[in-house]
C-alpha cells in the first residue's frame, strides 16, 4: 500500500534548530556510525545537539533506537513525547515507530517494502525511499549492502533537513582518516539519499537545521571517555577491571589513552598495568593491593559489580586505603535493565559494606565534570586515605553530550596526602599508623620499603590502636571509629561544593538535583515560568555534603528532591545525614530507566503544588 | 596485639650478609596455638629470609584471613603486611606487584582461604605469573572458625567432631601444575630441613612459585583418623629427591657432595641443588609431576619436594612490558600528559 503524499488532516510541524530525529535501527548493523555522524554534522554547524543511544542488552538482531535533540536553545535532555521526524529501518518495530512520529511530523522508511493499510496514519507525512533497492543495485559485498544503507538515509535527511552536504564530507574525511580508500564509497552513498530525496520530496521540509554559531568551545563527548582521559590526567597507574555495560568503555578508553600517552618514549615499555581480572571482587582487590602500596589506582563497574566489591569497600574503609571506584549506574536491581540508566546505587555506595561505614561520593553533570573529578578523585583518595565513588550513570557515561572543553592547570600538581619519606620517619620519634597527629582525623601513612628499620606496620581490617596494632580493647575501637567520622568531617570541608543559583529575593520553591538531571533544569525552569512559577536551584555535587546543603534546605519552604530512582534515595540519604525533617522534602523520582524529562520535574511540582492545595481544602 | 619480644642480643649470635642476625627477621610473638604447625613455617620463613640475607624492608608480607594468614605478623617486623579480606589476597597481591614490582612478595594463605573461598583468586594468580612466593599451609581445616573440613580434607577422613569429608580434595598443587606456575613444591612445617632451601629457592626464582606445606593444626585435625596429623604425616610423608640451595656467592659447600646431585640454576645466579632419592625423579615437567603426586597419594603416601621448576620463567611485568621503574615512584612528568596535548584532545570531539 502507497501512503498518501500530503497531508489530509493536521498541518506540518513547522521548525527550524528545534526539533527531535528518532532512529529506529536493528542493532548490529552498524548504524551507529551513521546516527552519531548525523549528530556531529549538526553540531559543526554550530547548533547545539545532543543524542540518546537507546539500545538493548543484545549484540545483534534486536531494536535499537537513537534519538537526536536540535534545540538552540541549548535544551538538551531527553524532551520526551514523540518527534518530529522518525527514521524507521526496522521491520521489527516499524508499528511502534510509525505510532512514535509526532502529529504533523515526518516517517522516513525503506519503502523495499510495502507498508500495510494499518501503517497509514492520516496525521503524518510519509518519506519512503527504496534504500534497500537501491544499495542491493549499488554493492555487490553484503556487509556492503548492509552498512551503505545507513548512509544513504543520512544523505536523504542531509537534503530534507537542509544539512550542509560538505559538512558531511568533512565527517566522512575525519572518521575514514588513514583508511582513504572508504571514503569515497561513503561519500558516494550520501550522494545517493541525498539526490534521491531532492528528486522525490520538496526539500528542504518545514522542519530543519539552518546553521548557527552556538556551540564556542564546547565539544561533543560522551562520560566514560571523559573519565578515562580524566584517570590519565590524574595519574592512575593500576587498573583493576571486569567488563561489565555501562562502565567497560571507561576502561577502554583509558586503555587507548594510556597506549597513545603512557609508553616510556625512551625503551617504549608501559607507565601503567592494566590487569583485567576474574571478577570484580579481584578488580577492586587489584585497586586496593596498589593503592596501599602507594600506586594511583581504580577501577569501573556498574550494577552487580557494585555489589560484589563492597565486602573490599569496607576493607578499604576501615584500613585506610586510597583507591577510585568508577560507578556508571544502570538499572537495578539485579541485572534489572542493563543498558538502561539510573541513580539507583546512592545508598548501596554511601554506606557501601558492613559496619558502620560511609564513603565519599562525587556525582558529575557532564562529562566535563567526568574529566575533573575523574582527575580529582585520585588526589581525594590520596588526601583523604579512603575510597572515592564517582557515580555516573548509563546516559552519561555512554551518550554523547554537548560539554565545555576539557581544561587541564599545568602549575597544579598532584596532592599525595600525607605519606611519610624515609627521612621523615627518622625525625618522628614515635610513629603510628592511626596517630591523628593534626586533628583533622587523617593520619600518616607510610609505603612498604621506605625505610629499612622504620615506618613498618601490619594493615588489617580487624580493629587496631594507634600503633597499628591488634586490639578488642572497646575504647581503642570506638576512639578509632570515631576518628573515622571526624575524617569524613574533613571530607565534607574538601570534596566540590554545591553549585547554587538562586536570586536576592529567595524563591518558594528549590529544587535539588544531582548528576544528569542537570541537563532538564534550565528547560524545568522555563517551563514553570509558564506556570507563573519561580524556582532556586542546588546541584549536589559530591558527599559528604556541604552546610551549604543544610542552609538552601532551611532557606526554602518548598523542595523537591529530583533523581533518577523509585525510591528517593538522595532524598533518604539528606534526611539521613543533615537531619531533615521527612516532610521538607518531596521527592520527584523518575525510574523508567530513560534519562530524566522536565515535563516530568515540572509534572512533579504541579502535582505537589495542587496535592497541597487541595489537602488545604479539605482541613 | 601480639606481644613484644625481648630484645636481648647474644653477643656472639650470627650476622648474615647484610649485617643482620636472625632476631632481626623475627615479627611479634604468636598468638597462635601452642604446637600449631604455621609457627614452624614461620621460623622457616625467618631462617630463609635471614640466610638470604633479604632485606626485611623489601619484603610485603600478603595474606588473607585464616590462622595461617594472621601468620606474617608473627616474621619480618620490618616489613610491612597486608591482612586483607578471606580468599581475596591473590587480588591484593596482584595491586601491590603492579604498584611495585621491586618488592619481594611473600603470600601466606590457608587451605580455606586458597581451596575454598579463594579458589578463584588462587587460580587467576598461578595464571597472572604474578612475581611472588604463595605459601598455603594446608591442614586440611578451618582453623579459625574452629575445625569445619576445608576442601583439601582427603575423602572419607573425619574431622575431630566427627563429620566425615564427602568429596573429592583439591590438591592446589596439581591445580598450580595445571595453571602453569612456574615452580611448584610440596613441603611439611616439622621438615625445616626441606623446607627451608625450598622457601630461598622460591624467593630467588622470578616468577609465580607456590609452596604448599602440610601444616597439621594441633587443636582441630590431629586425632587419630586426621590424615593431616602430625603422626599420619610422619609416617606416610615420602620425598623423591632432596633440594639444597646454594647461594651465588656462598661456595658449595652442601652435604651432597658434587656430581652425585643435579644442578638447576635460578635467575639470580643461586643454585638448587637436587639429590635423588627415586630414579624417575625430574622436576621438568609439570603433567608428569601431577602423575606422580597422583600414583603416592593411591598408595596413601604424601609426596613431598620441588615438583616443578621452570628456570627460565617470566612473570607479568615482563608480559605486560610494563617500565622498570616502579610504577608508585613515577612522577607527574611521566604520567600527567598535560594541556598541550589536551588542546589536540578537545579538538577531536568537535
Ligand atoms: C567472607 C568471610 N567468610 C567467612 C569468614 C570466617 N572465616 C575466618 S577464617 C576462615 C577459615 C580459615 O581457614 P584456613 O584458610 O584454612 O586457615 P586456618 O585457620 O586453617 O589456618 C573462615 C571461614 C570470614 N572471615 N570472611
Ligand atoms: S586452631 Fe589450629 S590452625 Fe589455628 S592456631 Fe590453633 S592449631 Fe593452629
Ligand atoms: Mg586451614
Partial sequence: MTPPDTLKFSSQCQATN????????????????????????????????????????????????????????????????????????????????????????????????????????????????????????????????????????????????????????SLVADQFKGKDKLITPNIYALELGYQYANQHFTCPLSIKVERRDLINNRIMVDGNTATGLGAVYGGATVVGWYPITPSTSVIEKFSSYCDRLRIDPATGKKNYALVQAEDELAAIGIAIGAGWNGARAFTATSGPGISLMSEFLGLAYFAEIPVVLVNVQRAGPSTGMPTRTQQSDIIACAYASHGDTKHVLLFPQDPTECFEFSALAFDLADQLQ?????????????????????????????????????????????????????????????????????????????????????????????????????????????????????????????????????????????????????????????????????????????????????????????????????????????????????????????????????????? | MSFIKSKFHHPRIPTNDLGLNYRDYEGSLSTLCAGCGHDAITSAVVQACFELSVPPHQVAKMSGIGCSSKSPNYFLNKAHGFNSVHGRMPSVATGANMANRDLIYLGMSGDGDSASIGLGQFSHVVRRQLNMLYMVANNGVYGLTKGQLAATADKGVTNKAGELSLFTDIDLCIMALQLGATFVARSFSGDKKQ???????????????????????????????????????????????????????????????????????????????????????????????IVDIAKYKKKGEILTGLFYLDPTATHYHEINNTCDMPLNQLTQDALCPGSRVLTGINNSFR
Avoid at chain 1, 554547524?45 to 535533540?69: C, D, H, L
Avoid at chain 1, 494499518?118 to 543495485?137: G, N, T
Avoid at chain 1, 567520622?485 to 574538601?494: E, H, M, P, V
Avoid at chain 1, 522534602?585 to 503544588?609: E, H, R, Y
Fill in chain 1, 386 to 619: 579512603t575510597p572515592i565513588i564517582i557515580m555516573s550513570d548509563l546516559d552519561l557515561g555512554m551518550n554523547d553530550h554537548l560539554t565545555e572543553e576539557f581544561s587541564w592547570d599545568d602549575n597544579k600538581s598532584y596532592n599525595l596526602g600525607k605519606v611519610l619519606t624515609a627521612q621523615q620517619l627518622d625525625d618522628i620519634e614515635n610513629y603510628g599508623r592511626y596517630k591523628d597527629s593534626d586533628g583533622d582525623g587523617i593520619c600518616y601513612r607510610t609505603l612498604p620499603g621506605t625505610h629499612p628499620e622504620k615506618g613498618a606496620f601490619f594493615t588489617r581490617g580487624t580493629s587496631r590502636n594507634e600503633y597499628a596494632g591488634y586490639t578488642e580493647k572497646s575504647s581503642d575501637y570506638v576512639h578509632n571509629m570515631e576518628r573515622l567520622l571526624k575524617k569524613f568531617d574533613t571530607a565534607s570541608q574538601i570534596v566540590p561544593v554545591p553549585e547554587i543559583n538562586q536570586g536576592h529575593k529567595l524563591a518558594q520553591i528549590g529544587l535539588i538535583y544531582f548528576g544528569t538531571s542537570a541537563h532538564a533544569i534550565a528547560e524545568t525552569k522555563t517551563q514553570l515560568k509558564d506556570h507563573g512559577l519561580a524556582a532556586d536551584t542546588l546541584r549536589i555535587r559530591a558527599f559528604p555534603f556541604n552546610d551549604a546543603v543544610s542552609e538552601f534546605i532551611n532557606n526554602h519552604q518548598l523542595l523537591f528532591v529530583i533523581e533518577q530512582n523509585r525510591d528517593g534515595q538522595m532524598r533518604s540519604l539528606l534526611i539521613n545525614e543533615q537531619e531533615i525533617s521527612p516532610e521538607k522534602l518531596s521527592s520527584i523520582a523518575n525510574c523508567d530507566g530513560l534519562p530524566m524529562t522536565s515535563t516530568f520535574i515540572v509534572q512533579g511540582v504541579l502535582d505537589k503544588l495542587s496535592g497541597d492545595y487541595s489537602a488545604k481544602q479539605v482541613s
Fill in chain 2, 195 to 289: 623446607l627451608v632451601p625450598l622457601i630461598k629457592a622460591a624467593i630467588s626464582h622470578q616468577g609465580f612459585a607456590y609452596i604448599d606445606i602440610i601444616s597439621p593444626c594441633v587443636t582441630f585435625n590431629n586425632h587419630k583418623d586426621s590424615t593431616r596429623s602430625y603422626d599420619y604425616v610422619h609416617e606416610h610423608i615420602t620425598t623423591a629427591a632432596i633440594a639444597d640451595f646454594v647461594p651465588m656467592k656462598k661456595e658449595i659447600t652442601s652435604d651432597c657432595a658434587s656430581g652425585e646431585g643435579e644442578d638447576i640454576c635460578l635467575h639470580d645466579g643461586s643454585l638448587m641443588r637436587i639429590r635423588k632419592i627415586q630414579d624417575d625423579y625430574q622436576t621438568t615437567d609439570p603433567m608428569q609431576a
Fill in chain 1, 18 to 169: 528545534n526539533f527531535v530525529v528518532r532512529f529506529a535501527n536493528t542493532n548490529g548493523t552498524g548504524s551507529a556510525s551513521a546516527n552519531n555522524m548525523f549528530a556531529k554534522a549538526i553540531l559543526r554547524m554550530g547548533i547545539p545537539v545532543s543524542a540518546k543511544n537507546i539500545f538493548p542488552s543484545n549484540i545483534q538482531g534486536m531494536p535499537t533506537w537513537y534519538e537526536v535533540r536540535i534545540s538552540e536553545d541549548n535544551f538538551l535532555a531527553r524532551r520526551g513525547g514523540n518527534s518530529e521526524i522518525v527514521v524507521a529501518m526496522n521491520a521489527q518495530s516499524l508499528k511502534e515507530d510509525i505510532c512514535s512520529v509526532a502529529c504533523g511530523g515526518f516517517l522516513l522508511y525503506d519503502s523495499s517494502r510495502a507498508l500495510t493499510e494499518d501503517d497509514i496514519r492520516a496525521d503524518i507525512q510519509y518519506l519512503p525511499i527504496p534504500i534497500s533497492i537501491i544499495c542491493q543495485k549499488e554493492y555487490k559485498d553484503p556487509r556492503q549492502r548492509q552498512l551503505f544503507k545507513n548512509v544513504v538515509y543520512i544523505g536523504a535527511l542531509a537534503a530534507l533537513l537542509n544539512i550542509e552536504f560538505d559538512v558531511l564530507k
